[in-house]
């Protein structure tokens, strides 16, 4: 082996605080949704290491190791297929070991990006581990291949997802709230949630213009009370413990309280910590799954360690 090199990156989760959602697919399969996302503190850490090859085999070239069971460590891993798309566009599979450990604290299959994340940390890691010089646009434009929420976890911050979510248009940040996160252990695969949402949810017109209307107007407090999830409905009808969570939110005081992506997780905003201590002690009654975290302004989405 020649040269080894290695960084450790943080990579946060995001809520959808607002999710409008077209019925019927496009002709891609993929469905057209607006929505305001937000990261989050709730972070995974991955550990990478760049090995430089002696001979030119090309086998085995990607390896990832993780401490949770749930999640593939083959090519169906989203960080598997950014280090391969990495190095098949730059022809450089033949000179590289890429060796990955995900420590997971982003519950996994959740609404939370949890995968995508990671996906655009591998990324932003790669660029830098084999001095890649990659724009952040020629990155957006790699991120959006992998999936479509990884472009907004390349940016991070607050920001207008359209298309099929891959579309990023940057928002000024909110300010500092906490973030209550609770889900139960039950899984949501994406798919069937928007077929269900096809075939009995109702279609919103879309309000994201007048949202961020209000965003850039500091007008908060109206912002979080008109925000909606038009996939909520369909995670209702599937978990009855998120009209439970979302009421004990309410009940003692949460701003918000909504489901996020195609659930199941639920996020409460609370503005001061006192209040998200109360809501996280009340949820632990009803989930195991309960955390307290809080928004990440764009630039802290990636943090090396
Ligand atoms: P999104 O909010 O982007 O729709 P999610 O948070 O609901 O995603 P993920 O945690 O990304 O969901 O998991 C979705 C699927 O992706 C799971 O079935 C999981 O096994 C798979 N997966 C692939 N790579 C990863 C990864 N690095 N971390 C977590 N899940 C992964």
């Known amino acids: 082996m020649k040269s080894k090199r290695r960084l450790k990156v943080k990579s946060a989760g995001k809520i959808n605080l607002y999710l409008s959602v077209s019925k019927n697919c496009r002709a891609d399969g993929y469905h057209e949704v607006k929505s305001i996302m937000q990261s989050i ?13 002696e001979n030119t085999d090309t086998s085995n070239n990607i390896i990832i190791t993780s401490d949770n ?12 297929k950014a280090a391969k798309l990495i190095l098949d566009k730059y022809n450089i599979t033949n000179r590289y070991i890429i060796k990955i ?6 519950p996994v299959a959740a609404g939370l990006a949890g995968g995508s994340t990671n996906a655009a940390a591998t990324l932003v890691a790669l660029n830098e581990l084999l001095n890649l010089n990659l724009t952040k646009e020629e990155l957006l434009g790699s991120a959006g291949k992998i999936g479509s929420d990884v ?4 940016s991070g911050g607050t920001a207008l997802a359209e298309g099929r979510g891959e ?12 973030v209550v996160l609770a889900k139960n252990g039950k899984k949501f695969g994406t798919k069937e949630v928007y077929k269900k949402f096809d075939s009995i949810g109702k279609e919103k017109p879309s309000i994201h213009k007048e949202l961020i209307e209000e965003i850039k107007n500091k007008d908060f407090d109206n912002f979080l009370k008109r925000l909606f999830n038009d996939l909520e409905e ?3 009808l599937e978990d009855e413990t998120i009209t439970k969570i979302k009421q004990t939110a309410y009940r003692l005081g949460a701003i918000v309280s909504q489901m996020t992506g195609s659930g199941p997780t639920v996020f409460a905003i609370c503005d001061n910590l006192k209040l998200a201590r109360k809501i996280y002690d009340s949820l632990k009654s009803l989930t195991n799954s309960v955390f307290i975290t809080h928004t990440k302004s764009s630039g802290q989405n990636f943090a090396s360690i």
């Open 69 to 80: 069971i749930d999640i593939p460590l083959d090519e169906q891993n989203l960080v598997h």
């Open 101 to 106: 450990n995900i420590k997971k604290s982003i």
């Open 41 to 53: 503190n709730l972070s995974d850490e991955l550990n990478f290491e760049v090995i430089e090859k």
């Open 151 to 154: 472009p907004f976890c390349i």
């Open 167 to 178: 579309i990023i248009s940057n928002l000024p940040n909110l300010p500092f709230y906490w």
């Open 234 to 236: 369909i995670g209702l």
